[in-house]
T-cell receptor, first 117, second 115 residues
Framework: AQKITQTQPGMFVQEKEAVTLDCTYD???????LFWYKQPSSGEMIFLIY??????QNATEGRYSLNFQKARKSANLVISASQLGDSAMYFC??????????????FGTGTRLTIIP | ETGVTQTPRHLVMGMTNKKSLKCEQH?????MYWYKQSAKKPLELMFV???????ENNSVPSRFSPECPNSSHLFLHLHTLQPEDSALYLC??????????????FGPGTRLLVL
């Protein structure tokens, strides 16, 4: 079963509009971390935002915010006032401990976001 | 200066060739990772090194051989690869392996094509 599910393979959004990228996760571990990364066409994965499972408030970093709904196991990324430079692949990832106590980072399949001028 | 560098950025090789991918991190981190990113598939963790010791081998075929001579450098030696090994290979580092809240810092990747 998939640990991280991103149901939107691609999205087109008008410049300056807000966009929400969906991410749901599956874990039985009470302690975990959720990450969002941006991957431009150049290839590198750029860290955007982090949410800890025990964090009471939703994480925010500039134009990025994470809509964390723990009971629903969702961690959607919200980008406000989108810009042309936001066009990229976006990956949701979860960090949790495996059965041997090792930390694992599991990625979703990604969402390709295209910002339209 | 980019925190994590990878060379080469692009590589084309035949199935009988031997080549190596190099990763270098300038962040003072102690953990380094190799990932494989194939089209339309999630990122797959291949190897983890923590303080130069391999702590994870995610059932990777032996035609991929990692080497970590020190905490700043990580290599992936390739030999007798198959066309399905064509992918983007990403290197990453983090301060240490075990920490839920710490992100990993990624390099730009090596795009590998096996003919």
């Amino acid at each position: 079963a998939q640990k991280i599910t991103q149901t939107q393979p691609g999205m087109f959004v008008q410049e300056k509009e807000a966009v929400t990228l969906d991410c749901t996760y599956d874990t039985s571990d009470p302690s975990y971390g959720l990450f969002w990364y941006k991957q431009p066409s150049s290839g590198e994965m750029i860290f955007l935002i982090y949410q800890g499972s025990y964090d009471q408030q939703n994480a925010t970093e500039g134009r990025y915010s994470l809509n964390f709904q723990k009971a629903r196991k969702s961690a959607n990324l919200v980008i406000s006032a989108s810009q042309l430079g936001d066009s990229a692949m976006y990956f949701c990832a979860m960090r949790e401990a495996d059965n041997f106590g090792n930390e694992k980072l599991t990625f979703g399949t990604g969402t390709r976001l295209t910002i339209i001028p | 200066e980019t925190g994590v560098t990878q060379t080469p950025r692009h590589l084309v090789m035949g199935m009988t060739n031997k080549k190596s991918l190099k990763c270098e991190q300038h962040l003072g981190h102690n953990a380094m990772y190799w990932y494989k990113q194939s089209a339309k598939k999630p990122l797959e963790l291949m190897f983890v090194y923590n303080f130069k010791e391999q702590t994870e081998n995610n059932s990777v075929p032996s035609r991929f051989s990692p080497e970590c001579p020190n905490s700043s450098h990580l290599f992936l030696h390739l030999h007798t690869l198959q066309p399905e090994d064509s992918a983007l290979y990403l290197c990453a580092s983090s301060p240490r392996e075990v920490s839920v809240g710490e992100t990993q810092y990624f390099g730009p990747g090596t795009r590998l094509l096996v003919l």
